[in-house]
């Protein structure tokens, strides 16, 4: 069983696990109402996807 030789100092651990950040989520803009929304998603105004009629939203 490999087993690592020397200690990895904290500094070398935190330098590796600093690349874990949290971006911000994809946001484009709706082709029917111009409103910003989540990517591959329904629109919460208009409730269209893909230049289509999914759900009816209630005004």
């Keep these: 069983m490999a087993v690592p030789k020397r200690r990895q ?3 070398r651990r935190d330098k590796r696990r600093a690349n874990w950040k949290v971006s911000a989520p994809a946001m484009i803009e709706c ?3 111009s ?3 989540l990517s591959h998603r329904v629109c919460k105004k208009c409730g269209y996807y893909d230049k289509k009629k999914v759900i009816e939203v209630a005004k």
């Design 9 to 11: 100092s904290s500094a």
């Design 35 to 37: 409103e910003m929304k």
């Design 31 to 33: 082709s029917q109402c």
